[in-house]
Structure formats: structure tokens, C-alpha cells
């Protein structure tokens, strides 16, 4: 099955730092989305981007599929922005369209 | 805006006894999906349902079965509890549409606790 590799695992940043997270993945996807799992355990749906850049707010993604790779970059970072980042990615043949998580990076936010 | 609905959010059962999750997509989406969250782990898919037919398995325990109702909710329904099923449950729903199927949300889980 594909491979989805997320780094750094672990991430500790002082509030207010910059900070890009990297996602590689093995095959060719059709999708590939961006999720954050607060302290709670939920999942919140931060990007739904199979290629190319966007932003919302202090957050932006860039994919580029051909190259097999997607980059989360978080702006002015803020304690609430503490938790882990997953990448997930579907490779999107009919009856296939699972999400394949990374093993996310752990983003701690410092006051 | 709608999103995905979850019952119950916790769950504490008894080795050996049985459970069921359930969950209610989005309106309008026609394609559930069952991730399991073990502690420290990334989600793992189980199984998936597209307008009411399994469209895809895991590595879901022959011990689990689940479906998708016509009104498009989905249960997950889980026998012989072990220790080792003791995970964040969550439910997924997307729409599909020409053989693609566009971006999944999530519910907020189930927290089952097997003792």
C-alpha cells in the first residue's frame, strides 16, 4: 500500500514562531488532506489540497503532486495550535477511496 | 453548517460483551467511512460504505460487521470486545461523484474503553 511519511515527529516551538511541516508521500494520489487532532482527540479538517497552494489565515499548504510531497506551514504560532498534525492522502481508484494516514508530527506550542 | 454525528461519544464495556457505534453523515453525502485510533497511533481505516454497499475493508476483525442504512446513517457493530479494541472509533462521510470521491469529515469519535 502507499506510504505516507510526516517530519518532524515531534516539533516545540516558543508562541508566535513559524514552522513548516512536511509530508512525503510513495505513490501518485488523487487527494490529499491536512488535519489537525487537538488535546480532545478531534479531527479537524485544516486543508483539501490534492495540488497546488492555499491559505486560510496563518495557516497555508502547498502540494506538489508530481514531486510527491505536501508542506503545512503555520504562521505567528499560537498555544491553541498545540496538538498533532496528520497528513492523509487517497489514492482515489473507484472502491479505494481510504484516507492512508502519516504518523503526524506533534506540534507543542510554548507560552 | 451540518456536520458528522457520532453516538455515543464514550463507551466503557466488559471483555467478551458487545457494542455499536453509530453515525450520521452529512446530508447529502453519500459515502461512510470507519477509522480506528488506537493511543499514540494514526488513524486506521476499517471499512467503507457507498450508497449502502461496502465499497472497500481494512483490517477490520472478523469480530466487527457494520452497514449503512437507507436513510445513510451506519453502525459499527462490535462483538467479543478484547482489551485490544480499546481506541478512538471515528466516523468519515464524503461525497462521491464520478467514480471520485471529494474531501472526507470527520466526526468527533467514539472513545470505547474495554476493561
Known amino acids: 500500500g502507499i506510504q505516507v511519511e510526516q517530519s518532524p515527529p515531534d516539533l516545540i516551538l516558543q508562541e508566535g514562531a513559524n514552522s513548516t511541516l512536511r509530508c512525503n508521500f510513495s505513490?501518485?494520489?488523487?487527494?490529499l488532506q491536512w488535519f489537525h487532532q487537538n488535546p480532545w482527540g478531534q479531527l479537524i479538517n485544516l486543508f483539501y489540497?490534492?495540488?497546488g497552494t492555499k491559505q486560510n489565515g496563518r495557516l497555508s499548504a502547498t502540494t506538489v503532486a508530481t514531486e510527491r510531497y505536501s508542506l503545512l506551514y503555520i504562521s505567528s504560532s499560537q498555544t491553541t495550535d498545540s496538538g498533532v498534525y496528520f497528513c492523509?492522502?487517497?489514492?482515489?481508484?473507484?472502491?479505494?477511496?481510504?484516507?492512508?494516514f502519516g504518523t503526524g508530527t506533534r506540534l507543542t506550542i510554548i507560552p | 453548517a451540518a456536520g458528522v454525528i457520532q453516538s455515543p461519544r464514550h463507551l466503557i464495556k466488559e471483555k467478551r460483551e458487545t457494542a455499536t457505534l453509530k453515525c450520521y453523515p452529512i446530508?447529502?453525502?453519500?459515502?461512510v467511512y470507519w477509522y480506528q485510533q488506537g493511543p499514540g497511533q494514526d488513524p486506521q481505516f476499517l471499512i467503507s460504505?457507498?450508497?449502502?454497499?461496502?465499497?472497500d475493508k481494512g483490517s477490520i476483525p472478523d469480530r466487527f460487521s457494520a452497514q449503512q442504512f437507507s436513510d445513510y446513517h451506519s453502525e459499527l457493530n462490535m462483538s467479543s470486545l478484547e482489551l485490544g479494541d480499546s481506541a478512538l472509533y471515528f466516523c468519515?462521510?464524503?461525497?462521491?461523484?464520478?467514480?471520485?470521491?471529494?474531501?472526507?469529515?470527520f466526526g468527533p469519535g467514539t472513545r470505547l474503553t474495554v476493561t
Open positions: 468519515a462521510s464524503s461525497w462521491t461523484s464520478g467514480g471520485s470521491s471529494y474531501e472526507q469529515y
Open positions: 446530508p447529502r453525502h453519500d459515502t
Open positions: 492523509a492522502v487517497e489514492k482515489g481508484n473507484f472502491g479505494n477511496e481510504k484516507l492512508t
Open positions: 460504505f457507498y450508497e449502502k454497499m461496502q465499497s
Open positions: 489540497i490534492p495540488s
Open positions: 505513490d501518485s494520489v488523487n487527494n
